[in-house]
T-cell receptor, first 112, second 114 residues
């Protein structure tokens, strides 16, 4: 069966510090991968998606970037965090041809 | 463009009450429709889905029917439990977008009290 992991689960970082959040998927090959952000009390915003290694599409201009160095690994990064980067970050995957996205447990980021 | 609108709540119900969470959508083509649930502190889980008009998705006592004529996908449950307290997201995936994208509604927070 397929599983998706995210780490860390919780992170507190000062403004201006770098960020690296990791997402890995097991039990499938060449999944489509997604990063979402959920700000407090708000819905989900799609940040990035990837259809293959090294292929990243950005939904909105922002302070973040994403990379996919391996087939089942998706990384969300920032060089300098802003207060507005605080939120709940969710990674998701979907198999090509499937209707459904499956979500990881999320990383809660607090920027102080 | 494609969008999803749902009642934002919060919704507070007593145990065993009837639940309806309204969801309407705007989309080109023939989208697939989903309900996801997010329990406190967790990621999203797929609750149910429907891929074509008049399909009914169901799971864990929840139901939703894809109504193309009213562009709606309302979530219902006949008797809610305390364990149903969560945030519920309506979402669509349109097969005619130039790339794969799922669009989520803002979420509806549900609290069920004993």
């Amino acid at each position: 069966s397929q599983t998706i992991h995210q780490w860390p689960a919780t992170l507190v970082q000062p403004v201006g510090s770098p960020l690296s959040l990791e997402c890995t998927v097991e039990g499938t090959s060449n999944p489509n991968l997604y990063w979402y952000r959920q700000a407090a009390g708000r819905g989900l915003q799609l940040l990035f998606y990837s259809v293959g290694i090294g292929q990243i599409s950005s939904e909105v201009p922002q302070n973040l970037s994403a990379s996919r160095p391996q087939d089942r690994q998706f990384i969300l990064s920032s060089k300098k965090l802003l207060l507005s980067d605080s939120g709940f970050y969710l990674c998701a995957w979907r198999n090509t041809g499937s209707e459904t996205q499956y979500f990881g447990p999320g990383t809660r980021l607090l920027v102080l | 463009g494609n969008s999803v609108t749902q009642m934002e709540g919060p919704v507070t119900l007593s145990e065993e009450a009837f639940l309806t969470i309204n969801c309407t959508y705007t989309a080109t083509g023939y989208p697939s429709l989903f309900w996801y649930v997010q329990y406190p502190g967790e990621g999203l889980q797929l609750l149910l889905k429907a891929t074509k008009a008049d399909d009914k998705g169901s799971n864990k006592g929840f139901e939703a029917t894809y109504r193309k004529e009213t562009t709606s996908f309302h979530l219902e449950k006949g008797s809610v439990q305390v364990s149903d307290s969560a945030v519920y997201f309506c979402a669509l995936r349109s097969v005619k977008t130039s790339y794969d994208k799922v669009i989520f509604g803002p979420g509806t927070s549900l609290s069920v009290i004993p």
